[in-house]
C-alpha cells in the first residue's frame, strides 16, 4: 500500500516537471528577439514599414540569441580642408599690373594721345579736363591738372612722346600724393592685438575685403581671428567664416541680428587668448539713418576699446560706382575716424581717378586696392604702379 503511494506520487511529480519544461522553454526564446528590433530600427521609420523590414530578423534573433550586439560606428567627420598659405603682399600690385592695365589703360591713352596732337589749343585742353572729369578725378583736381600740363608743355617747349609721358606721370603722381602713408597698421602692441574694423555700405565687397586682408596678413606671416559683426545678414557670417578656414583663422560670430558689439568684443577677446596679431571686424553699413550707424559703429569702437585699441577703420568702397559710392562715403566718414580707403572692384572700371577724387574730399589716403574675384587680389596701393599701369603702352 505504502509502495503504491510512493510510485503514484513520483509519478504526479515527473508529470507536472516534463509540462513545465515544455511551457517554459519556447518563452525564453523569444524574450530576446523581442527585444532586438528595438535596437536595430532605423530612426524616423514608421511603425508599419518597420515591422515588414525586421521581421525576417526577429525570427534570425530568436535562433541567435548568444549573438553580440553589432557595434555602433560612429560617423567619420569629413576631412579638414587643407589650410591655405598665400602669397606675401609685396608686389601684389606690380603682378595685378596687367588688369589695372586693362581697365585704367584707356583712360592714360586718350591723355597721351591728345598730347601729341600737331596743335594743343584751347579744344584740346579743355578736351583733356573732359577726360580727366569723365575718369572720376574730380572737377577741382582736373582742371589744376590741366593747367599744371599746360604751363609745363610751354615751358619745356617740346612735346616729344616721352617727355610728354614724364610729364603726364608726374603730374598724376602729384595728385595722387605718393608721400602720405599707406601702411595698414596690423601689428599688435605687446600681448594685444592689433584691431581692424572693416566698415562700408552692403554689397561694396566689404565681407570679401576684410577675408582678402586676413589672406595679406598671414602670407605676410601673421595670424588672424575674424570678427563677423554684421550679424545684419547671416550670409556674411558664413562668407567669413570660409575665408577664415581657408588660412586657418578664427572666426568669432552669433547668430543673424545678434548685437555687432558683443561680437566685436568676444573677437577680441578670442584674438588676444589665442595670441593673434590682429584682428579684423567686419561690420555691417545699413545706412538707413546716419544716427543710427553712428551709434552701432561708434559702440562697436567703444567695446572694443575695453580690450584693446581701434588701430584701422578701413572704408570699403566700389570704385565702379563713381558719385554715388562719393556721398555714401562722406557719411561714413563724418560718423566714424576713417584711417584707409580700401577700393574695390578696380578691375571693372576705367574710373581709375576715383582715387584723387576720394583722397582729396576725405583726406584719407586709398591703402588697398581690390583688382578681382580671386583670394588674392587685394593689393597694397602703390602709386607709382598704378601711374605706370595707365600709361603703359599696350
Ligand atoms: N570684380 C571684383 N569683384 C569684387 C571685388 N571685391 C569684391 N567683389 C565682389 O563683390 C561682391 C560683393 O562682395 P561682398 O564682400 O559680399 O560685399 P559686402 O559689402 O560684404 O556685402 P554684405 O556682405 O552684403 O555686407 C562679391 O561678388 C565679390 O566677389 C573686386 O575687387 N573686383
Redesign the pocket.
Known sequence: MDYTIVVIVIFIVALVAVGGALLVVPRRQVGPAEKKPEVGRPEGSSGEGATAVLEPEEAEGATAVAEPEAPVVEPVPPPAPPIEMPPPSAGRLVRLRARLAQSQNVFGRSLLSLLASDRLDEDTWEEIEEILITADVGVTSATQITEGLRTRVRVLGTRDADEVRKLLRSELLAHINPDLDRSVRTEPHGDRPAVVMVV?V????????AGKLARVIVGDGGSVVLGAA?TF?AA?AE?LQTWGERVGASVVRKEEGADPASVAFDAVTRGIEEGAGTVIVDT??RLHTKTGLMDELGKVKRVVEKKSQVDEVLL?LDATTGQNGLRQARVFAEVVNVTGIVL?????TAKGGIIIQVQRELGVPVKLV????GPD?LAPFDPEAFVDAILETP
Open positions: 562700408g552692403n554689397g561694396v565687397g566689404k565681407t570679401t575685403t554684421d545678414r556674411a562668407q555691417a553699413g570699403v574695390t572692384k578696380m578691375d571693372g581690390g583688382l578681382g574675384e587680389d
